[in-house]
């Protein structure tokens, strides 16, 4: 379909496409341990099973709720690849800390899980409910780097921040929403100081597109609002975003519709810039 949104690539995708296929020997990880957070549904449960079928050796599921990630640890198939669950969220320094104390030597690091408070303007929204998109969004990624972070391969890992509608709307068109949409913001931000911060690893936020997530419809969207996209389609993107190959989005914000292949004949292009990163619009302007 044409691109809905701005896009640097012709083509849009709202399902998964042959280039992503997590079967495909050039996107194996084989051998390597993958860790997802908020893997009990959704995009994780589809993130974690796209990590096995690309022949990962270990996937780590992380979740508040034992029982959901245990439905998701069924749907991983026996054989080469072993899957852990824990129990625990994302904002308990202590539990992440024990996390990745067990889980040890890592490849790639999903950050799937997040948190949408109930739509109301800044003045009228509980802070307590309004706060928790911070919590969850933003400082978890503080205390998952300082939990995961000593224990990465030192040859190379990818840490992949799903990042939904940061940008995709004009602010007029979403009152009500900006605890999200903010921390959104604020996360995207995070993941570029990492890149600069870590130059042996990759960093990269990734709009899922458009997902019927509970967080979409707790901002009260609806499908019928929206082309909708599958939930593989970010899962196996970001298997494709953890390769070398991907290594020019590094610290950049990129959408999972976006085609790869048409994405890498632009490398040169984007890779010198600051195409896909937050900046100022207009800035440097003209006259200086």
Known sequence: MNPPF???????????????NPTN????HAGQTIIVTGAGSGI??????????????????VGR?????????KLIPSGTTTCSVFAGSVTDEEAMEKAAKTVGTWDVLVLNAGYISAPAPISKAPLDDYWKNYETNVKSIVILAKAFF????PTRVAVLAVT???????????????GYLCSKLAQIKTLEFLA????????SSVHPGMIETEIFLKSGATPDMLPMD???????FMVWASQPEAQFLNGRFVWANWDVEELKAKAQEIEPTNQMMIGYEGWPFPHM
């Open 6 to 20: 701005p896009s640097p690539t012709p083509t849009w995708h709202n399902d998964i496409y042959p280039a992503i």
């Open 25 to 28: 020997p050039n996107l194996s």
């Open 44 to 61: 994780g449960r589809e993130t974690a099973i796209a990590f096995a079928a690309s022949g990962a050796k270990h996937v780590v599921l």
């Open 65 to 73: 709720t034992e029982s959901t990630l245990l439905e998701t640890q």
């Open 150 to 153: 000593p224990t990465a391969n």
């Open 164 to 178: 939904a509608g940061a940008i995709a709307l004009p602010t007029k068109q979403v009152i009500g929403l900006s």
């Open 196 to 203: 600069a911060e870590n130059p042996n690893m990759f960093f």
């Open 230 to 236: 599958t939930a593989k389609l970010p899962a196996h």
